[in-house]
T-cell receptor, first 114, second 111 residues
Framework: NAGVTQTPKFQVLKTGQSMTLQCAQD?????MSWYRQDPGMGLRLIHY???????DQGEVPNGYNVSRSTTEDFPLRLLSAAPSQTSVYFC?????????????FGPGTRLTVT | EDKVVQSPLSLVVHEGDTVTLNCSYE??????LLWYKQEKKAPTFLFML????IEKKSGRLSSILDKKELSSILNITATQTGDSAIYLC???????????FGKGTLLTVNP
């Protein structure tokens, strides 16, 4: 049982490049989310999904796309990287939307856009 | 405007001191409030509080929700250097149970 895994751990992109941050969980959790964390800003919700085939925007969705074709995977796509997207990205999952269940975080991806 | 506000944003204390961290919120359809501790990696879960108002305790840490004041406090007694971390408050709300985080409180415990 690996929990929530994220790849890569570190990434450097040039402005305008695109890439996909991978997130997978093996706990059969319905609810998955992507956050970004910038110094002094806490965690801000980018996109979330309440189940396979269902996604919705969070607080800061611009410049990011997501899809949820399976319960296990929730990739985050940067369409055209910008320096403002330099951040640490965390993926998280929990059992389901309804009810108050503990959320599990992945180890994070540190992204630098030059 | 911020839905979840934590105070103070940073705090420096000496080992053995007691600290109180605050979190206030303003959301529609409140579900729960969660506290996390973050050292140099991903946040780790501490407590989950609901409108029942029941205090949660774990060792030297305790937390309670005041649903009238729309706030919560996290107390840490007899602090140790290992308590140094960012403490994050998050509120679960809305029909899709979104989780909104505050900016965090950076606690530094000096020996």
């Amino acid at each position: 049982n690996a929990g929530v895994t994220q790849t890569p751990k570190f990434q450097v992109l040039k402005t305008g490049q695109s890439m996909t941050l991978q997130c997978a969980q093996d706990m059969n959790h319905e609810y998955m989310s992507w956050y970004r964390q910038d110094p002094g800003m806490g965690l801000r919700l980018i996109h979330y999904s309440v189940g396979a085939g269902i996604t919705d925007q969070g607080e800061v969705p611009n410049g990011y796309n997501v899809s949820r074709s399976t319960t296990e995977d929730f990739p985050l796509r940067l369409l055209s990287a910008a320096p403002s997207q330099t951040s640490v990205y965390f993926c998280a999952s929990r059992r389901q939307a309804a009810g108050t269940y503990e959320q599990y975080f992945g180890p994070g991806t540190r992204l630098t856009v030059t | 405007e911020d839905k979840v506000v934590q105070s103070p944003l940073s705090l420096v204390v000496h080992e053995g001191d007691t600290v109180t961290l605050n979190c206030s919120y303003e959301v529609t359809n409140f579900r729960s409030l969660l506290w996390y501790k973050q050292e140099k990696k991903a946040p780790t879960f501490l407590f989950m509080l609901t409108s029942s108002g029941i205090e949660k305790k774990s060792g030297r840490l305790s937390s309670i929700l005041d649903k009238k004041e729309l706030s919560s406090i996290l107390n840490i007694t007899a602090t140790q250097t290992g308590d140094s971390a960012i403490y994050l408050c998050a509120v679960e709300w809305g029909s899709n149970y979104k989780l909104t985080f505050g900016k965090g409180t950076l606690l530094t415990v000096n020996p």
